[in-house]
T-cell receptor, first 118, second 114 residues
Framework: GAVVSQHPSWVICKSGTSVKIECRSL??????MFWYRQFPKQSLMLMATSNEGSKATYEQGVEKDKFLINHASLTLSTLTVTSAHPEDSSFYIC??????????????FGDGTRLSIL | AQSVTQLDSHVSVSEGTPVLLRCNYS??????LFWYVQHPNKGLQLLLKYTSAATLVKGINGFEAEFKKSETSFHLTKPSAHMSDAAEYFCVVSEFDRYSTLTFGKGTMLLVSP
């Protein structure tokens, strides 16, 4: 149980294009999903917290207009990197917590998306 | 805010020998702590969690960790390393905020040699 599917796993695109990454909870409902960014050989940095039916909460220093987050249902959150540039190249990981879990229960992670901007 | 310090960026062991990955935390409250493992180009898999129950926590794949409040430590151990254990390990603390936000340590790369 508690499977989170992230798609695509790998994407390469030209500078200036927009890229959408999907995060789905397959066997549970998630009121809250989280988006992280991970640079090579570094830890995960929280970018934003995605709340179903409301606006995402972004961490300090993360551009809201650059990284658009939509959490339209209890099983799907999307991250769109708009007008991507080479410096946006990174490994993006989503996670979700089962809405039935009480606080401090672990998050379930997707397998990540490797984004490469040429 | 809470914080986590992983004391070693790399740990090298031989297959069949014990594993010790060290983690210290800083918290104003009794924290919830986790260990996650990440294989190359993959997401994170939960190894074990401490949420104020038993201080010795057993996880998957033979890993365990002991919560020591007096030492503010949550070290991860395994009696005998396997080649498949080679990966990045993250010690994580859960914040006492609305979303139980996770704060990650910088990670420890475990290298296992034959």
């Amino acid at each position: 149980g508690a499977v989170v599917s992230q798609h695509p796993s790998w994407v390469i695109c030209k500078s200036g294009t927009s890229v959408k990454i999907e995060c789905r909870s397959l066997d549970f409902q998630a009121t809250t999903m989280f988006w992280y960014r991970q640079f090579p050989k570094q830890s995960l940095m929280l970018m934003a917290t995605s709340n179903e039916g409301s606006k995402a909460t972004y961490e300090q220093g993360v551009e809201k207009d650059k990284f658009l987050i939509n959490h339209a249902s209890l099983t799907l959150s999307t991250l769109t990197v708009t007008s991507a540039h080479p410096e946006d190249s990174s490994f993006y990981i989503c996670s979700a917590r089962d809405r039935r879990d009480y606080s401090n229960q672990p998050q379930h992670f997707g397998d990540g998306t490797r984004l490469s901007i040429l | 805010a809470q914080s986590v310090t992983q004391l070693d960026s790399h740990v090298s062991v031989s297959e069949g020998t014990p594993v010790l990955l060290r983690c210290n935390y800083s918290s104003s409250y009794s924290p919830s702590l986790f260990w996650y493992v990440q294989h190359p180009n993959k997401g994170l898999q939960l190894l074990l969690k401490y949420t104020s129950a038993a201080t010795l926590v057993k996880g998957i794949n033979g890993f365990e960790a002991e919560f020591k409040k007096s030492e503010t430590s949550f070290h991860l151990t395994k009696p005998s390393a396997h080649m498949s254990d080679a990966a990045e390990y993250f010690c994580v603390v859960s914040e006492f905020d609305r979303y139980s936000t996770l704060t990650f340590g910088k990670g420890t790369m475990l290298l296992v040699s034959p």
